[in-house]
């Protein structure tokens, strides 16, 4: 089971999304559910980013955050436009927009739209549960029929 399930993840949007600003509510709300390694040991950068949180500087957790749990994911572009914080998250920050698949994210509060661009990246970079053998469907057609196309000569 991926660690963001895709209810949970647009749940977790939605609640973002409406926010006006952060709170230490919503920072533990987003730690429980799509942070695993910040909760499981308090040394190094956990302990920082647990300060941060602490002490509410939520836009330096909030890019903390990304730094801890998506180590594949960059800051790309930070733009504020007309009222509201426009955040690009980015695999590959060196090449040009139209070749890299980036996130992005707007909200009026900066740390919100920094927030809502972790966890895209968390939901998209969550791996899908699937088995290593491939399944076979079941509901074979009427007109199905099962041949044999090896050579025993």
């Given at each position: 089971?991926?660690?963001?399930?895709?209810?949970?993840?647009?749940?977790l949007?939605?609640?973002?999304?409406?926010?006006?600003a952060?709170?230490?509510?919503?920072?533990?709300?987003?730690?429980?559910?799509?942070?695993?390694?910040?909760?499981?040991?308090a040394?190094?950068?956990?302990?920082?980013?647990?300060?941060?949180?602490?002490?509410?500087?939520?836009?330096?957790?909030?890019?903390?955050?990304?730094?801890?749990?998506?180590?594949?994911?960059?800051?790309?572009?930070?733009?504020?436009?007309?009222?509201?914080w426009?955040?690009?998250?980015?695999?590959?920050?060196?090449?040009?927009?139209?070749?890299?698949?980036?996130?992005?994210?707007?909200?009026?509060?900066?740390?919100?739209?920094?927030?809502?661009?972790?966890?895209?990246a968390?939901?998209?970079?969550?791996?899908?549960?699937?088995?290593?053998?491939?399944?076979?469907?079941?509901?074979?057609?009427?007109?199905?029929?099962?041949?044999?196309?090896?050579?025993?000569?």
């Open positions: 089971m991926p660690l963001l399930a895709e209810n949970s993840s647009a749940a949007g939605g609640r973002l999304h409406d926010a006006d952060v709170t230490a509510a919503l920072m533990a709300d987003i730690v429980g559910a799509a942070c695993r390694r910040l909760p499981s040991r040394v190094g950068k956990a302990a920082y980013v647990e300060r941060l949180i602490e002490t509410g500087a939520w836009i330096d957790a909030a890019l903390a955050l990304i730094d801890l749990e998506l180590r594949q994911w960059q800051l790309r572009r930070l733009v504020y436009d007309e009222g509201e426009h955040c690009a998250l980015s695999r590959i920050r060196e090449l040009p927009d139209w070749l890299d698949r980036s996130i992005e994210t707007h909200h009026a509060n900066l740390a919100l739209a920094i927030l809502s661009g972790f966890i895209e968390q939901r998209i970079s969550a791996p899908e549960c699937r088995t290593g053998v491939p399944t076979v469907r079941r509901n074979a057609g009427a007109l199905y029929e099962p041949l044999c196309l090896d050579n025993f000569s």
